[in-house]
């Protein structure tokens, strides 16, 4: 058999995994490594068997790309080191245009604390339906996600386990998924405030704001305690 007909094979393989929105038996397992930060913590990191991971890139570069194109525009970035420093020029230069012109400026980033865990997969597929994200495509990553996992940390391998929640993180439709459950949070902050700046970045989002001189209001955190 020549390489053009096991791409066909494979192809085919991809296609009717799509179709009945299952992954086969036999590619029933992720892995989650947990990698150590530089700071502190642990970054998991999800690894599929290698079909799911050829299949998870190549539907997230044919569709998962140009339909991103479609959605409405609240200030998404990428996710390079690049789209990050970008991020902080921005915000390093209106801090200094507002100070040329006699203005404040404010900035609020939001780290949304364990996103990706906590993402609950009936409100991602409202989002999808109304966003019109693919819905043969979204069940098929329903059921990626609900690969029995084991989680790795050096040497250590945990019991299986089912999540029935979150997206897995190092998946190609990782970004996207994200994308998708903030969307609407998101566009009602935009309109209820039409003139503040947005940035995001997964899930890490960025408001910012100026406005003439008592303006900008200053907002403290409660503590723990409160």
């Known amino acids: 058999m020549c390489i053009r007909d096991r791409v066909k094979q494979l192809i085919a393989i991809l296609f009717w995994m799509i179709g009945i929105g299952q992954v086969p038996s036999s590619f029933m397992l992720l892995i989650i490594h947990l990698i150590p930060k530089s700071a502190s913590g642990e970054r998991p990191i999800g690894v599929f068997a290698t079909l799911l991971r050829i299949a998870s890139r190549w539907f997230r570069t044919s569709y998962g790309a140009p339909w991103a194109e479609t959605l409405p525009q609240v200030g998404w970035a990428g996710t390079s080191r690049m789209s990050v420093e970008a991020a902080v020029w921005v915000r390093a230069a209106l801090s200094e245009y507002c100070t040329l012109e006699g203005r404040e400026s404010a900035t609020t980033l939001l780290d949304i ?114």
């Open 113 to 226: 604390s364990k996103a990706f865990e906590r993402v609950i997969r009936s409100l991602l597929w409202e989002s999808g339906v109304r966003f019109g994200f693919h819905l043969g495509l979204l069940r098929w990553i329903f059921a990626l996600y609900a690969v029995p996992r084991r989680i790795q940390f050096l040497r250590a391998l945990s019991n299986e386990a089912v999540a029935t929640r979150s997206i897995v993180p190092g998946d190609s439709f990782a970004d996207l998924m994200m994308r998708l459950i903030l969307l609407p949070t998101l566009l009602l902050v935009r309109a209820s405030f039409p003139k503040v700046l947005l940035g995001v970045i997964v899930d890490d989002v960025q408001i910012l704001s100026h406005g003439p001189v008592g303006s900008c209001l200053l907002y403290t955190s409660p503590s723990p305690r409160d």
